[in-house]
C-alpha cells in the first residue's frame, strides 16, 4: 500500500506562487498515474490535473492550464503541482492521488 504525504499549502497572497508535493512511500510512485484534485469550501471535489507513469501524457483542467503545472520526479518518489497567479477561487483543500490512495490533503489559502 502507498503512503502519501502532502506538503507545500499555506496562506498566499493573490497573485502569488506556491507548488505542492506529494511524497509517495517505498519508491512507488513510478508504478502509477498520479493525480491532483481541489476541494474548495461548499464544493465537490474536482480534478485539476493527471500525469501517465511515465510523465510523457499529461491532462490539465481548462479551468487551470494557464496556471498550474503537474510535474513528477520518479527517482525521489513525487509529484508537484506548481501553481502561479494565485487567485482567492484557488482556496481549497488540495489532494494528490497516486493509483488508488489519497494524500492527507494540503491547505491552500488565498487572501490579501
Known amino acids: 500500500q502507498v503512503h502519501l504525504v502532502e506538503s507545500g499549502g499555506g496562506l498566499v497572497q493573490p497573485g502569488g506562487s506556491l507548488t505542492l508535493s506529494c511524497a509517495a512511500s517505498?519508491?512507488?510512485?513510478?508504478?502509477?498515474?498520479i493525480a491532483w484534485f481541489r476541494q474548495a469550501p461548499g464544493k465537490e471535489r474536482e480534478l485539476l490535473a493527471t500525469?501517465?507513469?511515465?510523465?510523457?501524457?499529461?491532462y490539465t483542467s481548462d479551468s487551470v492550464r494557464e496556471r498550474f503545472t503537474v510535474s513528477r520526479d520518479n527517482p525521489k518518489s513525487t509529484t508537484y503541482l506548481q501553481i502561479k497567479d494565485l487567485k482567492p477561487e484557488d482556496t481549497g483543500v488540495y489532494y494528490c492521488?497516486?493509483?488508488?490512495?489519497w494524500g492527507q490533503g494540503t491547505q491552500v489559502t488565498v487572501s490579501s
Open positions: 492521488r497516486v493509483g488508488l490512495e
Open positions: 517505498g519508491n512507488t510512485l513510478n508504478f502509477f498515474t
Open positions: 500525469m501517465n507513469r511515465s510523465g510523457g501524457d499529461t
